[in-house]
């Protein structure tokens, strides 16, 4: 398969599961149990994740190591509690004055830790580039989304414009994960 195609599957792929985490936080609970900071923060992490995993598996279980699956649900799992901590320790004056710069500390912290249980997999292979790349990618794709958020009528534009605009962040975070896994997928018996 080549660098172009491969690339566009994991972006492609990425923007479906983004999507469905959003789809799947949003019916999740009553709004109640969102308004808890821990339960919010941990289930908008967790199926953002998840879905995630389970993209990487369905397009790239051929490829990748058995345990890497499993690995990405257990750091799923960490990356969604610590998520909810993040969540649950500001106070509301935090939250209503550092808004942006909470969830960026979150982010990152969420998305090492995402990645930090696949380490083990990638012993020798510069396994700290996926953690690292997690990281960056995660929080670019927030910084993305908040800057169209924050700048555009998200209902003004047509559908078509409106969903290349939002979904412009999540291509970002698929090509930043794709290169990695590219790169190990067709180096990694060198």
């Not at 992490?45 to 998840?50: D, E, N, P, S």
């Not at 790349?133 to 209902?155: K, P």
Request: charged share 10%; aromatic share 20%; hydrophobic share 55%.
């Amino acid at each position: 398969m080549n660098k172009q195609i491969f690339l566009l599957k994991i972006t492609l792929g990425t923007i479906f599961a983004m999507e469905m985490g959003a789809e799947l936080f949003a019916i999740s609970g009553n709004p109640y149990q969102l308004q808890r900071p821990w339960a919010s923060g941990f289930l908008f992490t967790f199926f953002h994740f998840l879905c995630i995993v389970i993209m990487q598996w369905l397009l790239l279980s051929d490829y990748l190591p058995k345990r890497w699956i499993t690995l990405g649900f257990v750091g799923c799992i960490i990356a969604s509690i610590v998520s909810g901590i993040i969540y649950q320790v500001f106070s509301f004056e935090a939250w209503f004055s550092y808004n942006f710069e909470i969830k960026i500390f979150a982010r990152i912290i969420s998305g090492a830790l995402f990645a930090l249980p696949q380490l083990f997999v990638l012993q020798g292979r510069k396994g700290y580039l996926w953690i690292l790349a997690n990281s960056i990618a995660w929080t670019i794709q927030y910084i993305g989304w908040e800057l169209i958020m924050s700048y555009t009528s998200y209902y003004d534009l047509f559908l078509f414009i409106r969903i290349l605009v939002v979904e412009s962040p999540n291509v970002a975070l698929g090509l930043f994960l794709g290169i990695y896994l590219y790169i190990y997928v067709y180096n990694h018996n060198k």
